[in-house]
T-cell receptor
């Protein structure tokens, strides 16, 4: 089975440009999460969706960040305009619910490494 | 109340030794404590998890020890191998809750 698929794997852009990161969750998973990882702050939850609906976006750093999930198999994280401090690895993760004894294990993609010059 | 404190930040262990990583939490409502393992260039992956109805869980060379009264839990890696070199994250949540609170990570290096 394919895991969580993220694109692009690497993105280098200049300050002020728009950046769009993409994620395809595992089929059948009903929750999707966007995390940001930096050396200073570790893994930070930015936003998560349940059944394509944004549930908690309190981790989104500011209005420059937005996320959408138009259907169960696709999500985007957009940064506009980008700034050097946005440089990080952005991870998408998905999971099923915990009903029926499921563990609710988070499955992460391989991440998108963003560098803003 | 939502923090999970993890130590040490980095750890070097000789091959065959025991690696120990510690975490402490504040929210007494937390009842699910997973550990994630991350290799360079990869996303974190679930390694082992425990719920507080037991004080210890073992899977192969990996053991979680849990102390509910102290609000602490730890990961022990027995007979550490170079292939165990990775970053380890502890986490905590209320089981069934969507949000995991992660520790800051421990970079483990196993030297020959």
């Amino acid at each position: 089975d394919a895991g969580v698929i993220q694109s692009p794997r690497h993105e280098v852009t200049e300050m002020g440009q728009e950046v769009t990161l993409r994620c395809k969750p595992i089929s059948g998973h009903n929750s999707l999460f966007w995390y940001r990882q930096t050396m200073m702050r570790g893994l930070e939850l930015l936003i998560y969706f349940n059944n394509n609906v944004p549930i908690d976006d309190s981790g989104m750093p500011e209005d420059r960040f937005s996320a959408k999930m138009p259907n169960a198999s696709f999500s985007t994280l957009k940064i506009q305009p980008s700034e050097p401090r946005d440089s990080a690895v952005y991870f998408c993760a998905s999971r099923t619910g915990t009903s029926g004894g499921a563990t609710g294990e988070l499955f992460f993609g391989e991440g998108s490494r963003l560098t803003v010059l | 109340q939502q923090q999970v404190k993890q130590s040490p930040q980095s750890l070097i262990v000789q091959k065959g030794g025991i690696s120990i990583i510690n975490c402490a939490y504040e929210n007494t409502a937390f009842d699910y404590f997973p550990w994630y393992q991350q290799f360079p260039g990869k996303g974190p992956a679930l390694l082992i998890a425990i719920r507080p109805d037991v004080s210890e869980k073992k899977e192969g060379r990996f053991t979680i020890s849990f102390n509910k009264s102290a609000k602490q839990f730890s990961l022990h890696i027995m007979d550490s191998q170079p292939g165990d070199s990775a970053t380890y994250f502890c986490a905590a949540t209320i089981f069934g809750n969507e949000k995991l609170t992660f520790g800051t990570g421990t970079r483990l290096t196993i030297i020959p």
